[in-house]
């Protein structure tokens, strides 16, 4: 949605530009991104252009996406806190061995 903040922006963008932005948002299948860029390539009439409606919503969604970095580099934090953590108990060792067992996620 920073990127591409309505289907007007994401169906100005080339074939190209699309690839790279899905790649580099970890799509990896060719055919999933040339599903995807024919979606956007053919996407319909939108419910509604009225800019009443269509830019609160956008500012609402980028605002979310502004929380959502936040919040996923907070968890980030405390993911590698409570891997330092389970790491200095002594029997850290022993549940790492056991099946189906592996580091805390």
């Known amino acids: 949605m920073t990127q591409y903040p309505d289907l007007h922006c994401a169906q100005a963008a ?5 690839t790279q932005f899905f790649q580099s948002h970890r799509v990896i299948r060719h055919s999933a991104i ?6 956007i390539q053919t ?13 609160p919503m956008q500012w609402l969604v980028q605002t ?8 996923l580099h907070r ?26 067992a592996g580091p805390p996620i």
């Open 14 to 18: 080339s074939a190209e530009e699309l």
């Open 34 to 39: 040339e599903r995807r860029i024919h979606q």
């Open 43 to 55: 996407a319909g009439t939108p419910l509604t252009e009225d800019p009443g409606i269509v830019k």
């Open 64 to 71: 979310l996406v502004i929380q959502l970095k936040a919040l």
């Open 75 to 100: 968890l980030d934090e405390l993911n590698q806190t409570i891997e330092q953590l389970f790491q200095s108990l002594p029997d850290a060792a022993f549940f790492e061995a056991l099946p189906g």
